[in-house]
């Protein structure tokens, strides 16, 4: 079955400009996060889905960032005026269910973005 | 700082040779994942630990939990081209039950 995919792979902005990035879980995963990676660090936690319970926001850096889940599936992260500093690369994951013993996280590609 | 360190940073090993990367946390480690990455791919999962004294092996690539001391190692024998990558520990630390906190990553090398 497919993996989770993250869309577009590539992304160059002017800083100042929003972005959008998306993310498809795997199918029937009811957990969602999204992890930032920039160079030589390692991945920052962002956000947490888990189906229609609040999300946990707790890792967004700054309110320019943002993420939805719609539906329980596809989910979307936002950076308004986006600053050198919020380059890097952008990992979605989803899992099947709630809880690391549960099971592992799918990660996707990732989008690298870059903002100019 | 990071909450978890991993060593070294990145190692060059002969084709054939083994190698060994440690993870340590400076909290409580309540489950541990190792993971792969490639240049511009995701993360690949390897291995998850989740008891103290927990040992587990899949192909050449072995991985220990020490709770005690609260750090994982991952030994890899006989090293391949095919293990080149960047390998990553992330590990629940905050008994969220969900949230992962990660290291910093490893470079492996392989030379033929």
């Known amino acids: 079955g497919a993996g989770v995919s993250q869309s577009p792979s590539n992304k160059v902005t002017e800083k100042g400009k929003d972005v959008e990035l998306r993310c498809d879980p795997i199918?029937?995963?009811?957990?969602l996060y999204w992890y930032r990676q920039s160079l030589g660090q390692g991945l920052e936690f962002l956000i947490y889905?888990?189906?229609?319970?609040?999300?946990?926001k707790s890792g967004l850096p700054s309110d320019r960032f943002s993420a939805e889940r719609t539906g329980g599936s596809v989910s979307t992260l936002t950076i308004q005026r986006t600053q050198q500093e919020d380059s890097a690369v952008y990992l979605c994951?989803?899992?099947?269910?709630?809880?690391?013993?549960?099971?592992?996280?799918?990660f996707g590609p990732g989008t690298r973005l870059t903002v100019l | 700082s990071q909450e978890l360190e991993q060593s070294p940073q990145s190692l060059i090993v002969q084709e054939g040779k083994n190698l060994t990367i440690n993870c340590t946390s400076s909290?409580?480690?309540?489950?541990l994942y190792w993971y792969k990455q490639k240049y511009g791919e995701g993360l690949i999962f390897l291995m998850m630990l989740q008891k103290g004294g927990e040992e587990k092996s899949h192909e050449k690539i072995t991985a220990k939990l020490d709770e005690k001391k609260q750090q994982s190692s991952l030994h890899i024998t006989a090293s391949q081209p095919s293990h080149a990558g960047i390998y990553l520990c992330?590990?629940?630390?905050?008994?969220?039950?969900?949230?992962?906190?990660f290291g910093a990553g490893t470079t492996v090398t392989v030379r033929a």
């Open positions: 199918s029937g995963h009811t957990a």
């Open positions: 994951a989803s899992s099947l269910s709630p809880g690391l013993a549960n099971g592992e996280q799918f």
């Open positions: 992330g590990a629940d630390i905050g008994s969220n039950d969900y949230k992962l906190s």
């Open positions: 909290k409580t480690l309540y489950g």
């Open positions: 889905f888990q189906g229609n319970s609040a999300p946990d």
